[in-house]
């Protein structure tokens, strides 16, 4: 069974630019996480989806990042416009249960130039 | 606020040591508690979390709700657990719009065990 897929592995963008992750959790798992990690930082939670509805936003930093999950199937995150402190990796985990195991995907490097 | 603190960034033992893994927490309320792991050029995957009470690859972890621990064991260590470790925490219940399933995690351990 595939595992927890982000795109891409890593980008790198200009300040200012657009930047969209997507990642596809693993089939029939209705839970997915967005987490990142700055460089020096701990992992820390952005959101979760339950399905396509955004259970829980509280980690999102600012407006300049929306998260989607249309169709409850893969999630797409959008920094936009991208500033310096944004560079970091975005992870993504999915889990069958809110309080299952969650299975993360291997993080998109984001780099902020 | 639920905060996890992982005092050692860095600790290095030799094959055959003991180690322990420090994680603190802090939480108004009974959180689950778990242990993720990242080998090189791995993605993260979870260890052991405290409600399975498994010892895993002979790592160990017991939840200590007096002293709000959840440090990590292994009498043995091996030079294929050389990784980085995190310490994470999952809410008990839902508060307002706080959801029980986001994960909070500690700064992370990096073990290197020596030949």
């Known amino acids: 069974e595939a595992g927890v897929t982000q795109f891409p592995s890593h980008s790198v963008i200009e300040k200012g630019q657009t930047v969209t992750l997507r990642c596809d959790p693993i089939?029939?798992?209705?839970?997915l996480y967005w987490y990142r990690r700055v460089m020096g930082k701990e992992i820390k939670f952005l959101l979760h989806?339950?399905?396509?509805?955004?259970?829980?936003e509280s980690g999102m930093p600012n407006n300049r990042f929306l998260a989607e999950r249309t169709g409850g199937t893969y999630s797409t995150l959008k920094v936009q416009p991208a500033e310096l402190e944004d560079s970091g990796v975005y992870f993504c985990?999915?889990?069958?249960?809110?309080?299952?195991?969650?299975?993360f995907g291997p993080g998109t490097r984001l780099t902020v130039t | 606020a639920q905060r996890v603190t992982q005092p050692e960034k860095l600790l290095s033992v030799f094959k055959g040591a003991p180690v322990e893994l420090k994680c603190n927490y802090s939480y108004s309320g009974s959180p689950e508690l778990f242990w993720y792991v990242q080998y090189s050029r791995q993605r993260l995957q979870l260890l052991l979390r405290?409600?399975s009470r498994e010892s895993i690859k002979g790592f160990t972890a017991d939840l200590n709700k007096g002293e709000t621990s959840f440090h990590l064991k292994k009498p043995f260590a091996q030079e294929e657990d050389s990784a980085m470790y995190y310490c994470a925490l999952s809410g008990a219940f839902y508060a307002g719009g706080t959801s029980y399933g986001k994960l909070t995690f500690g700064q992370g351990t990096i073990l290197t065990v020596h030949p």
């Open positions: 985990a999915s889990g069958d249960r809110a309080r299952s195991e969650q299975y």
């Open positions: 405290h409600i």
């Open positions: 989806f339950v399905k396509e509805s955004k259970q829980d």
């Open positions: 089939s029939g798992h209705d839970n």
